[in-house]
T-cell receptor, first 115, second 113 residues
Framework: AQSVSQHNHHVILSEAASLELGCNYSYGGTVNLFWYVQYPGQHLQLLLKYFSGDPLVKGIKGFEAEFIKSKFSFNLRKPSVQWSDTAEYFCAVLPFSGGYNKLIFGAGTRLAVHP | DGGITQSPKYLFRKEGQNVTLSCEQNLNHDAMYWYRQDPGQGLRLIYYSQIVNDFQKGDIAEGYSVSREKKESFPLTVTSAQKNPTAFYLC????????????FGEGSRLTVL
C-alpha cells in the first residue's frame, strides 16, 4: 500500500536554528508532492508543492523543499526558524495514477520554536 | 472572502446518536472532501465528491454518510455505526480532482460522551 512517512513526530528548536523535516513516500510512479502547515487555531494551508521541473521548490515564509526521486524523499527546510513557525507540518503525496484527487498524508510533525 | 465554512466547531453527542457536520464553500469548486484527523495518524480520507450528485468512498468510509445535492455543500453524517467517532473532522475543496491544491476549512471537533 502507498504510504507517506514523516520521521519526526515532534521537533523542538530555538529561534534562528535551521530546520529540516523529513518526508519519504512509497510509490514507484510519478507523484505530485505537497507540504501543508497548520498553525495553532488555524486551518490547514498549502506551504509549497512540486509537480515537475526544478526539484528544489520554494514556498511561502522562506520554506523550501527538495524532491530527490532516487530516495523517494521530499524534505522540508528553512535556514532560520522563527517563533511564528510553530505549527504542525504535513507532507502529502498524490500518486499520478488516476483521474481523481486522493492525497496521501503523512502523520505530521509538530514543530515548537522557542524564543 | 472566499473559503470553506465548517460548523459546528465543537460538537458533543451521546453514543448511539447520529450527528451531521456542515461544510459550505463559496469558491465555486467542483470537488469536495472529508478527512478525519487523529493524533499521530495524519489525515485520512472519508468521502469525496467530484461533482454534484456524485460521491465516492475514501479509505475509512464505514460508519459515515454524505450527500452532495448542491455544489457548495457537502455535509457529513457520523452515524451510530461509527465505532470510534471522537475525532477532528476536516472538510476541503479543490477546483477539480486533478493534481491541484486543496483548500481546507477550520475543522469540527466531535466528542462522543
Amino acid at each position: 500500500a502507498q504510504s507517506v512517512s514523516q520521521h519526526n513526530h515532534h521537533v523542538i528548536l530555538s529561534e534562528a536554528a535551521s530546520l529540516e523535516l523529513g518526508c519519504n513516500y512509497s510509490y514507484g510512479g510519478t507523484v505530485n508532492l505537497f507540504w501543508y502547515v497548520q498553525y495553532p487555531g488555524q486551518h490547514l494551508q498549502l506551504l509549497l508543492k512540486y509537480f515537475s521541473g526544478d526539484p528544489l521548490v520554494k514556498g511561502i515564509k522562506g520554506f523550501e523543499a527538495e524532491f530527490i526521486k532516487s530516495k523517494f524523499s521530499f524534505n522540508l527546510r528553512k535556514p532560520s526558524v522563527q517563533w511564528s513557525d510553530t505549527a504542525e507540518y504535513f507532507c502529502a503525496v498524490l500518486p499520478f495514477s488516476g483521474g481523481y484527487n486522493k492525497l496521501i498524508f503523512g502523520a505530521g510533525t509538530r514543530l515548537a520554536v522557542h524564543p | 472572502d472566499g473559503g470553506i465554512t465548517q460548523s459546528p466547531k465543537y460538537l458533543f453527542r451521546k453514543e448511539g446518536q447520529n450527528v451531521t457536520l456542515s461544510c459550505e464553500q463559496n469558491l465555486n469548486h467542483d470537488a469536495m472532501y472529508w478527512y478525519r484527523q487523529d493524533p499521530g495518524q495524519g489525515l485520512r480520507l472519508i468521502y469525496y465528491s467530484q461533482i454534484v450528485n456524485d460521491f465516492q468512498k475514501g479509505d475509512i468510509a464505514e460508519g459515515y454518510s454524505v450527500s452532495r445535492e448542491k455544489k457548495e455543500s457537502f455535509p457529513l453524517t457520523v452515524t451510530s455505526a461509527q465505532k470510534n467517532p471522537t475525532a477532528f473532522y476536516l472538510c476541503a475543496s479543490s477546483i477539480d480532482t486533478g493534481p491541484v491544491e486543496l483548500f481546507f476549512g477550520e475543522g469540527s471537533r466531535l466528542t462522543v460522551l
